[in-house]
């Protein structure tokens, strides 16, 4: 998870102010908003997040059919953040994780009060990872932990989240030595960059 400096398009700003009730979960279904979400989605994606997920940091496509745009607080509990443009994410679409796994794990507005938002909160304030492709709570550990926990953002499936992690550790350790951070995460397109950054060092001085 990275943080994220939100900057909202003028288009998305002229679309919602002809939305007559802008403060309703189903107005994101109204045509206004759905003529330009191909497009909003494309903007939150590429402009703002490096073309990562926001939560898991891996390289998604635009598509539907990999990414959709995440409402961080849910329209059914939060339907005046329907359009506030602050609580739009692009999140991979990756099954048990990311905003699939936050949407079926929190059921009451205060459990957002106990997990940490990009927009709001440096997520690098709250973890740090181990070479082992582990994230761990730095600082805040229950807010920490609960945040991994609703993401699932600590999965050890099979060629999952800690185990690509692992294995991107593997890279970095092969060319530290004669690369710097900054040209590592360019190489790597950014994938996994709060992991990247972290490591770096500890690898370097292994």
């Known amino acids: 998870m990275f943080q994220i400096n939100k900057n909202e398009p003028s288009y998305f700003t002229k679309a919602k102010s002809n939305v007559k009730y802008p403060k309703r979960s189903d107005a994101w ?3 206004n908003i759905t003529n330009i979400r191909s497009k909003l989605r494309e903007y939150i994606l590429n402009e703002e997040q490096k073309g990562l997920c926001v939560y898991c940091e891996r390289k998604i496509k635009s598509t539907p059919q990999k990414s959709n745009i995440d409402h961080f ?3 059914d509990l939060f339907p005046q953040l329907t359009l506030d443009y602050n609580n739009l994410f692009v999140s991979c679409n990756t099954k048990d994780c ?3 796994h936050k949407d079926t794990n ?3 507005k205060d459990d957002y009060d106990k997990i940490v938002n ?3 909160d440096n997520p690098g304030d709250y973890f740090e990872y181990l070479t082992t492709g582990e994230i761990v709570a730095k600082n805040d550990k229950e807010k920490a932990d609960y945040t991994i ?3 699932n953002l600590g999965n050890k499936e099979k060629d999952d989240l800690v185990q690509c992690r692992k294995q991107v550790a593997e890279a970095v350790r092969s060319c530290c ?3 710097k951070l900054d040209e590592i995460l360019d190489e790597m397109g950014y994938e996994y960059q709060s992991f990247i950054t972290n490591i770096y060092n500890k690898l ?3």
């Open 118 to 120: 990009p927009t709001v």
């Open 177 to 179: 030595a004669s690369m």
């Open 29 to 31: 279904n109204d045509k």
């Open 98 to 100: 990311c905003s699939t």
């Open 149 to 151: 926990s609703i993401f």
């Open 106 to 108: 929190i059921k009451s």
């Open 204 to 206: 370097k001085g292994a």
């Open 73 to 75: 607080k849910k329209r």
